[in-house]
């Protein structure tokens, strides 16, 4: 227990002077989480606790809980009704698209089966709300986008990208591994996690509502309460996995949302809690993703062919065509918004990044005996050294270029 404490006293100072020299430079911290993690981590220093770096997926878990109730507290109804049809298309055409352009690219240029590869696309398919999320959340404190519910539709279709991503996934897996797995079963059943996950969540959220309308809590109490909340949605989602599906990070978000929209009051200085709160959780998911990437495997040599090349040359051909039928994607679900191709440019960049749930599951095959589980690990782990940093920075980059500066208020976006 207490090297776990001291794992976590080392990490939050660091991140803290991190933040304070990169910031400095103008450089995004985040990076220096990711290079923190791997200096401290198994495969340089070894400083971190394992039973603290074991904790990778319940803490990455309990951040995008934070993400997405920020997130919610800061889409108002009349965005949501406003970009209904192209967030619904954000939300499954980029990840669908993409990890099946994956499972052609990966099985020749890896050499792994279809089904393998069928895997990693879907690994790669979800774009990481860790890094989109907080600047979606910059935009609309800017006023950039808004005027045509930009940053709305990027957040409100992420939300529902990694759900999708993750349960086709799951389905190549039980394919692999021999259970019983059908296909359009898994495919139906997308829907209706989504729509059973926004009932729960405004359900949440109508009860949360009158809790608190109902008796005097303090804003520190609120925010403990909707984050309990939040992260008890998010685990009935995977505990009814197999059985009834609910998006349970779906109605995390719709939780904020809701709020918002009966109580301003209320989630305005839960924002503002979120966005401390948020501060910490970064530093420290961050710093773990690092800790997980083993430089080694990832410079390790590749057969295609005759010709022999490093790993990660071969994951970044792979990733970046892959990320070229994203864009497709993206584009064909705002191809009829009154967006114009600088807007619609700025929402491809902004679905690059990847990071939380490539290190969540990209080690999931490997875990369970797949046969190139270790190659699928590998570009998983490139693909967030590769996205993060590029999708963060573009993002940040092309903001100011893309976008025009609006009041807040959202016009028409259908």
Known sequence: METIILSFGIILILGVLTTKILDKLKIPAFLGFLATGILLGPYVSDVLDPSFRGLTQEISAMAIV????????????????????????????????????????????????????????????????????????????????????IPTILLSGSAADDVIAITIFSAFLGIYTGGHTDITWDLIGIPVSLIFGVLLGFLTGLILIFVFRKWDFSDAEKLFITLATGIILNAIG?????????????????????????????????????????????????????????????????????????????????????????????????????LNNKEKLFCMISYIPKANVQATIGGVPLAVGVLNGDLILAVSAISIIYTAPLGAILIKFFSKKLLTKDDNVCKNCE
């Open 66 to 149: 934070i993400l997405l109730i920020r997130a919610g507290l800061n889409v108002r109804r009349e965005d949501i009704y406003k970009v209904g049809k192209p967030a619904v298309e954000m939300s499954f055409l980029p990840s669908i698209i993409e990890g099946c352009s994956i499972i052609f690219i990966g099985h020749y240029l890896l050499g792994i089966s279809f089904i393998e590869a069928g895997m990693l696309g879907f690994i790669l398919g979800a774009v990481s709300p860790a890094i989109l999320v907080p600047r979606m959340l910059d935009l609309i404190d800017k006023g950039l986008g808004v005027g045509k519910c």
């Open 238 to 338: 995977e505990i009814t996995q197999g059985k009834i599906p609910i998006a349970g990070l779906v109605g995390v978000m719709v939780i904020g949302f809701l709020i918002l929209d009966k109580s301003p009051k209320i989630a305005l200085s839960l924002s503002n809690n979120y966005s401390t709160l948020w501060i910490l959780a970064e530093i420290i998911v961050f710093v773990l993703l690092g800790a997980q990437l083993n430089l080694s495997l990832i410079l390790s040599p590749i057969n295609i062919g005759t010709i022999i090349l490093p790993i990660i040359l071969v994951s970044i051909l792979v990733i970046s065509l892959g990320l070229l039928f994203r864009f497709v994607g993206v584009y064909l679900a705002l191809l009829k918004t009154d």
